[in-house]
């Protein structure tokens, strides 16, 4: 069994590696400066490494030393379009792009237990594949590196797979969190386009405004999720983005809003997908303006399998105590295209606490956030936590 000492020697390589992948992040599926330094950090180790052919993809493949099955780890590795603000030395060289999600942590993380189950590899009763993933934040990574076969890399199906995503916010340093069931919600994206027919300011009259009607259905929108979403299985709707005209007075032809859409049952994803047309429809009729909505079922809600979650918090709570392994009390409204994986094979996904000390984490600065800090410390926590679910689960599996 891995102890958080295991790491010790690694800690420093790994936090290097961390602030180097922090200060040139990559955005969506194309990742080659990343990827390269993954490459490098693996070299030497006894791996079965293949790359993505539609994305930058790594796979790595561990064999231990006696014939046993498959499980799956996986660190996402992409970026987001942020402006860094965290004051950090080693913050993003590259502007407007920023690991404000903390996935630098995770590729950290794999790499360092990569490098523990290599160490420990004639122990082994089983195989090891290292999931590193590009194009978490909406491009579907995960499941491209499934069409490209990585639940079946090692040549057969793997039995279970983990992830942990590190909390910039709400967990302490350290502490690790999961549940069985429902972890994140599923997450949609909306596009609406209205069309009126454009004029002067003065003469609204003569023209078909859309600004009017788009402001309607933005708030509409909120009003049909508390009229219709059961209170108890609850659902988000965010406009986060809304564009109309190019000066004061003049009526525009046309605008455009776009929205994300959370929710944790399919119950509630078709009472909101619903909602979210006819309420759009019909107050574009009532404006006499056309709409046009474009619905995208992007990310399925990430459901941890009980038994896998179960087992998972054993695992943990044995490793860094009691205390520090805690069950979620409720799912994050987060969502993530580990959700691809958890459908095709059981596992669990579980969050590290990476709030700075001295921060409280209620009010820390949370993932996506410009001001975002993800501690340091929580890189080799979060690898030998990596390392002893595979280990652990490989060793189950051969009782
Ligand atoms: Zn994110
Ligand atoms: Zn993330």
Redesign the pocket.
């Known amino acids: 069994m891995f102890s958080s000492h295991d790491v010790l020697a690694y800690a420093d390589r790994l936090i290097s590696l961390r602030h180097a992948l922090h200060r040139e992040p990559e955005l969506g599926l194309d990742l080659p400066l990343t990827q390269a330094k993954v490459l490098a950090a693996l070299d030497g180790l006894p791996l079965e490494i293949t790359t993505g052919t539609s994305l930058t993809s790594v796979t790595a493949v561990l064999r231990g030393g006696r014939p046993g099955p498959a499980v799956l780890l996986r660190g996402?590795m992409d970026a987001l379009p942020v402006q860094e603000e965290s004051g950090l030395d080693f913050a993003s060289a590259i502007p407007g792009v920023m690991h404000a999600?903390?996935?630098d942590i995770h590729t950290s993380a794999l790499v360092g237990a990569a490098h523990l189950l290599a160490g420990r590899r004639e122990d082994l009763a089983g195989d090891v594949v290292f999931m590193f993933q590009p194009g978490?934040?909406g491009q579907r990574g995960a499941k491209v590196m499934i069409d490209e076969g990585v639940l079946d890399a090692a040549g057969q199906r793997v039995i279970a797979a983990y992830a942990i995503?590190a909390a910039a916010a709400v967990l302490p340093l350290g502490v690790v969190a999961t549940r069985p069931g429902t972890m994140l919600a599923a997450s949609d994206s909306v596009t609406v386009t209205v069309h009126g027919k454009g004029g002067h300011g003065s003469s609204p009259h003569l023209a078909v405004d859309p600004v009017p009607a788009m402001c309607e259905m933005v708030t509409a929108l909120q009003t049909m999720v508390t009229r219709t979403a059961d209170v108890f299985d609850p659902a988000v709707i965010t406009v986060g983005s809304i564009h109309a005209g190019s000066a004061f007075n003049v009526i525009p032809e046309s605008g455009t809003f776009h929205a994300t859409v959370r929710t944790f049952s399919p119950e509630t994803h078709q009472v909101i997908q619903a909602g979210v047309e006819r309420v759009v429809r019909g107050i574009a009729d009532a404006h006499g303006v056309r709409v046009e909505v474009d619905y995208q079922a992007d990310y399925p809600v990430t459901v941890n399998d009980p038994v896998e979650a179960a087992f998972a918090l054993t695992t943990v709570r044995e490793l860094v105590g009691p205390e520090r392994a805690i069950e979620a009390p409720r799912p994050v409204t987060?969502a993530?295209d580990f959700s691809f994986v958890l459908d095709q094979v059981p596992g669990a996904y579980l969050m590290i606490g990476a709030v700075p000390p001295g921060t409280d984490p209620a009010t820390a600065p949370m993932?996506h956030a410009p001001q975002a800090i993800f501690d340091d410390r929580c890189v080799p926590e979060a690898a030998v936590v990596l390392a002893a679910l595979a280990a652990a689960r490989l060793r189950q599996a051969a009782a």
Do not use: K, S, T
């Open positions: 996402d999600c903390g996935h978490e934040e995503h987060g993530e993932n």
